[in-house]
């Protein structure tokens, strides 16, 4: 990449430690070694799984523009229901979804009053359902959501799996075809996942197709780094979502410098931020843990 100033976001709690001191040492050396200048946070299905005033005081003066991620709150309403999400038919679960981003933006806006600055910028939003995502439904959430009063975070579409009968696939949402057109509609842009799009086709190719496309059709708003691959492994069993490091750190992952090397060239200056979003091994001391998201941040610049 040529633009050298685009945040570079780390989805720090993957890889997260859970001694409270040692999140704390963690999140100093994201910033100070990792060359993190962004997070992205996960919104679970009754909020932050952290103190409001405590994950501010983390990223104050370290991380701004930073992205929360509504994919794990979002998964756990799916299960429960079946039919949560913005690209739900049933009303009620798209009302629901419509609710769980707007609780997500106010979170956003109390973590940008405390620590004063543009802390978080930006929420990743999913076209859920599983399975039963649809298109119409979708573009009538976009369309909601953005005639509302306007907040200081936007909205940004981040890809999953798309629904396949033939593959299994983990979120099996819409298709990037169907995303993009709600995009263009809606004026949004469209992250992609390096692992979640691989694991949408079971291929290693899929990624760079992915990205081809939203950089043809001008939406392209983000790359996260999260690798995948088609073996077992300790973070989980094959084609899984399981945010594998580089092949380097796990040998299972289809994720290496050149494939990294050649999305980037691929994108070239299109991304408004670059990131990565990796699993470390339950034993990694801090250190370990902050060489292993170093080895995907050092390539990112």
């Known amino acids: 990449m040529s633009n050298l100033s685009v945040p570079v976001a780390v989805g720090a709690y993957a890889a997260m ?29 009754t909020g932050l799984n952290v103190e409001t005033g405590w994950l501010a005081q983390q990223m104050r003066g370290r991380f701004t523009q930073s992205i929360i991620t509504l ?28 609710d769980f981003v707007r609780q997500a933006r106010e979170v956003a806006e109390e973590i940008n009053q405390t620590t004063g600055a543009q802390s978080v910028s930006a929420l990743h939003i ?37 629904y396949s009968p033939e593959i299994a696939g983990e979120k099996r949402f819409l298709s990037l075809d169907a ?7 809606a ?9 979640r799009s691989a694991v949408e086709a079971q291929d290693g190719e899929r990624p760079s197709e992915h990205l081809r496309a939203l950089v043809d059709t001008g939406v392209l708003e983000g790359l996260m ?16 979502d ?28 299109a991304p408004r ?20 998201i170093s080895n995907i941040t050092q390539l990112l610049k």
Request: charged share 20%.
């Open 17 to 45: 430690p859970t001694d409270v001191a040692e999140q704390e040492e963690f999140y100093a050396q994201l910033a100070q070694i990792a060359g993190a200048t962004a997070l992205e946070i996960p919104f679970h299905k």
């Open 71 to 98: 994919i794990p709150g979002t998964m756990a309403r799916v299960s429960e229901t079946g039919v949560f999400g913005l690209a739900s038919t049933d009303e009620g679960g798209r009302t629901a979804g419509l």
């Open 126 to 162: 999913h076209s859920a359902p599983s399975v039963k995502a649809d298109k119409q439904a979708f573009a009538k959430s976009l369309e909601e959501l953005l005639s509302e009063d306007p907040w200081s975070t936007r909205l940004v579409i981040e890809h999953c799996d798309a």
């Open 179 to 185: 995303e993009i057109a709600a995009a263009q509609q």
């Open 187 to 195: 004026g949004l842009g469209i992250t992609v996942n390096w692992g």
């Open 225 to 240: 780094f999260s690798g995948a691959g088609h073996k077992a492994n300790q973070y989980g069993g094959e084609w899984a």
């Open 242 to 269: 399981a945010h594998l490091p580089l092949t380097a750190d796990e040998p299972t992952s289809l994720m290496d410098a050149a494939e990294i090397a050649r999305c980037l060239e691929i994108v070239a200056d």
């Open 273 to 292: 931020y670059v990131g990565a979003k990796i699993q470390a091994p339950k034993t990694a001391s801090v250190d370990q843990r902050i060489a292993m």
